[in-house]
Structure formats: structure tokens, C-alpha cells
């Protein structure tokens, strides 16, 4: 069965402080890998990544896959208070009929102490 | 605002009532999605439109739950006889091509009283 699982779960770290996030995925016909920030709201956008080994950058996010390992790594530094939501990993589930519902992760919710 | 859009933002409804919500897509995005999300977990796929065309639905959809996109842009998602456990936030997305993003919308949270 299809399946993403992050870790940690839950994270609580002081403001300035850095911290990576997990994502490890089994899917058959994988594609692409997307992250997306949840505060008490919708999913935003973050990165969508397809190539391993290539980093994406937003500011003091950063990204990474790994294909081989079936991996992915989000990295945030110098965390501010803003930063605080739940960060959830997906991956596209491609089906003869050409949807690609996304299958997600159960989310990291960090916590950034002032 | 030309993002994706959803009404009602809240719905709150007696076991047993029909409930239908409404989603906005982005106006040049053909593809339509709809989640649903529980506390505590990932958003779970439920169906997917092309244009008008409902190409895929999820198991999660039981006979109670039926989705229409009938001009290819707004799409409705009823709940017939609601019960408790249809009690989450149904979140819709959209996007442009097979390998693009998805964006969402603010969801409809629907509590089953």
C-alpha cells in the first residue's frame, strides 16, 4: 500500500533555532514529491520536487530529495514565531485515468517558542 | 482574490441532513480536487475532476457522498443522511496540469451534530 510518513510528529524548538523535517515515502510510479505549511487554514504551497540531489530554496526554506532512499528533508533556519504551523509532505498517486490525488503525510506540527 | 474559493467556511448540521458545499476554482485551472481532513492527519483524497469529466474517486466516497463539476468550473460535494463521522474539514484544490501544484482552498469545516 501507498504510504507517507513523517517525522517527527510534533516539534517544539526556541526562536533563531533550525530545524529539519522528515518525509520518507514507498509509492509505486512515484513522480513527484510536494510539501505544503498548515496553520488554522489551508494548505500553502512550499516546494514540489522531482529531481534528486537538487536543493529548492525559499528564503530560510529549503528542500531536498532523495530518490534512491525515498526520502525528503525540509530544512528551516533561523525559525521565527511565524513559522509555527504543521508542515505536511504529499506525494501524487498517478492512476490510469490520469487524476493524481495527492497522498499525504499525518504532518509535523512545530511549535516555535519565542 | 483569484484563488480557490469555498462556501460555506462552516456548517454545523443535525445527523441525518443533507449538506452541500460549494468550491471555486482557480478560473484557468481544469483539474478539481476534493479532500477531506480530520484532526490530527493529512488531508485523504477523496475524488478528482478534469474539465466536467469526475475521472477518479477515492473509497473513502461511500454512496452518500456524490461530486459534480457540471460546466467545467464551480464543482458541489453533497453529503446525503450525514452521519457523525462525515464531522471534518472538506478541502478543495485545483490546478493546472498533471505536473503542477495543487493550491486549496480555505475548506468548509462541517460539524455533524
Known amino acids: 500500500e501507498d504510504k507517507v510518513v513523517q517525522s517527527p510528529l510534533s516539534l517544539v524548538v526556541h526562536e533563531g533555532d533550525t530545524v529539519t523535517l522528515n518525509c520518507s515515502y514507498e509509492?509505486?510510479?512515484?513522480?513527484?514529491l510536494l510539501w505544503y505549511k498548515q496553520e488554522k487554514k489551508a494548505p500553502t504551497f512550499l516546494f514540489m520536487l522531482?529531481?534528486?540531489?537538487i536543493e529548492k530554496k525559499s528564503g530560510r526554506l529549503s528542500s531536498i530529495l532523495d530518490k534512491k532512499e525515498l526520502f525528503s528533508i525540509l530544512n528551516i533556519t533561523a525559525t521565527q514565531t511565524g513559522d509555527s504551523a504543521i508542515y505536511l509532505c504529499?506525494?501524487?498517486?498517478?492512476?490510469?485515468?490520469?487524476?493524481?490525488?495527492?497522498?499525504f503525510g499525518k504532518g509535523t506540527h512545530l511549535i516555535i517558542q519565542p | 482574490d483569484t484563488g480557490v474559493s469555498q462556501d460555506p467556511r462552516h456548517k454545523i448540521t443535525k445527523r441525518g441532513q443533507n449538506v452541500t458545499f460549494r468550491c471555486d476554482p482557480i478560473?484557468?485551472?481544469?483539474?478539481l480536487y476534493w479532500y477531506r481532513q480530520t484532526l490530527g492527519q493529512g488531508p485523504e483524497f477523496l475524488t478528482y475532476?478534469?474539465?466536467?469529466?469526475?475521472?477518479?474517486k477515492s473509497r473513502l466516497l461511500s454512496d452518500r457522498f456524490s461530486a459534480e463539476r457540471p460546466k467545467g468550473s464551480f464543482s458541489t460535494l453533497e453529503i446525503q443522511r450525514t452521519e457523525q463521522g462525515d464531522s471534518a474539514m472538506y478541502l478543495c484544490?485545483?490546478?493546472?496540469?498533471?505536473?503542477?501544484?495543487?493550491?486549496f482552498g480555505p475548506g468548509t469545516r462541517l460539524t455533524v451534530l
Open positions: 475532476f478534469q474539465n466536467e469529466a469526475q475521472l477518479e
Open positions: 484544490a485545483s490546478s493546472l496540469s498533471v505536473r503542477s501544484e495543487q493550491f
Open positions: 522531482t529531481s534528486s540531489g
Open positions: 509509492v509505486t510510479n512515484f513522480r513527484s
Open positions: 504529499a506525494v501524487p498517486l498517478y492512476s490510469g485515468g490520469g487524476a493524481d490525488g495527492l497522498t
Open positions: 478560473s484557468e485551472h481544469n483539474r
